[in-house]
């Protein structure tokens, strides 16, 4: 089946730090990866879509200069809040595509706590 | 634009009965794909179901099935027989066909299912 890890679970630092989060695909090759911020309404935010050999697409209100994302291969992809502030506080999931149907098979959600 | 309604926010029944949460859409796109998925308390999302839109047949897998009606641009979850790990909060998506991997989700319906 299906399995979409995300490391580590849970964060914490200090505002004006960094932190980056990783997402794997086990048994299986994503052919993307999207990146939502829940927030804790359990609103679904897109931060970004990633698809490899392609160019990184970023919803509105989200920049690569503040979410750096790399997904180097088909099955890793890894994203990076610099200068982390309250606002930024949530839940980070990755959501990656498989199969003829691309249906999204979400890992566990990376929580970022902000001090 | 494209735009996916839970109008439920909470739900209760009694264990063993049969629920049915409900999900409206909004797409120019003539082909979509439509999902449901369940959030338990931990935070895990997992895919339940899905729906072409090209097919009529309504999708069934397991104690879950799917009251699709097009010209309603509705899809709605059943449950049957609903226990008491049943209780989640789900969430019903839509992807457009010339949206590569955009998944628009709604808001969610937080089910309790009681002894």
């Known amino acids: 089946g299906a399995l979409v890890y995300q490391y580590p679970r849970r964060t914490i630092c200090k505002s004006g730090t960094s932190m980056r989060m990783e997402c794997q695909a086990v048994?299986?090759?994503?052919?993307?990866v999207a990146w939502y911020r829940q927030s804790p309404q359990k609103t679904f935010e897109l931060i970004a879509l990633?698809?490899?050999?392609?160019?990184?697409?970023?919803e509105q209100n989200f920049t690569q200069e503040k979410f750096p994302i790399s997904h180097p291969n088909l099955s890793f992809s890894s994203m990076t809040v610099l200068n982390a502030y309250l606002e930024d506080r949530g839940l980070y999931l990755c959501?990656?595509?498989?199969?003829?149907?691309?249906?999204?098979?979400f890992g566990p959600g990376t929580r970022l706590l902000v001090l | 634009a494209q735009k996916v309604t839970q109008t439920q926010t909470s739900i209760s029944v009694m264990e063993k009965t049969t629920v049915t949460m409900d999900c409206v859409y909004e797409t120019q796109d003539s082909s979509y794909f439509l999902f449901w998925y369940k959030q338990t308390a931990s935070g895990e999302i997992v895919f339940l179901i899905r729906q072409d839109s090209y097919k009529k047949e309504n999708a069934t897998v397991g104690h879950y099935s799917l009251n699709f009606q097009k010209p309603k641009s509705s899809i709605g979850l059943i449950i049957t027989a609903t226990q008491i790990e049943d209780s989640a909060v789900y969430f019903c998506?839509?992807?457009?066909?010339?949206?590569?991997?955009?998944?628009?989700f709604g808001k969610g319906t937080h089910l309790h299912v009681l002894p």
């Open positions: 959501g990656a595509f498989w199969g003829v149907k691309d249906t999204q098979y």
């Open positions: 998506a839509m992807r457009e066909v010339t949206n590569a991997y955009k998944v628009i």
């Open positions: 048994g299986f090759q994503a052919t993307s």
């Open positions: 990633s698809t490899v050999n392609s160019a990184i697409k970023y």
